[in-house]
């Protein structure tokens, strides 16, 4: 969970430049991809264990970064990572080969657009976006059961 003032902003973003529709969900950080609907009782245990036990986790908002035909805003967060590696071990095998790979953290606000639109945007918006640094609020869940995501649960990091 990003901290409300950047969720706005991202979301702000997002709405303005994401196709429309295709844009089902506000601005977020996607950690896993695919987790087994069989495990989620497994992973809601862990989440609460996780922000029951750290404080909000530091993070830095770098610029745009490229999706090939998206932009996202580009973060860095070694602890992110660190709660990240350790769910990951906790869920080794369960894992689709794509969530197994250390996460680029970011936060997409235009995807699946021409190449042309993408790099016009990344244009626009590098020289408006700095740096910044922040702390990750929470962590949150949410499925795909075939159609837009459906949130189901968020902890806020209280350690």
């Known amino acids: 969970m990003l901290p409300d003032d950047l969720h706005s902003w991202a ?12 844009n089902y969900l506000e601005a977020h950080v996607t950690l896993f991809h695919a987790l087994p609907p069989s495990c989620e009782g497994e992973v809601r245990d862990c989440c609460a264990a996780l922000a029951r036990d750290h404080g909000p986790v530091p993070a830095r908002s770098l610029g745009i970064m490229k999706l090939g035909k998206g932009t996202a805003l580009k973060l860095e967060s070694e602890g992110m990572i660190a709660l990240w590696q350790d769910l990951a071990d906790r869920f080794h095998g369960l894992l689709t080969p794509q969530d197994e790979h250390r996460p680029r953290l970011h936060v997409t606000i235009q995807n699946k657009v021409s190449l042309e639109e993408a790099k016009a945007l990344q244009a626009e918006l590098a020289p408006l976006v700095m740096p910044r640094d922040f702390a990750f609020a929470g962590l949150a869940l ?18």
């Open 11 to 22: 979301t702000g973003l997002r709405n303005a430049h994401f196709p429309p529709e295709r």
């Open 142 to 159: 949410h499925a795909y059961r075939g159609g837009p995501w459906e949130h189901l649960k968020s902890w806020r990091f209280r350690g």
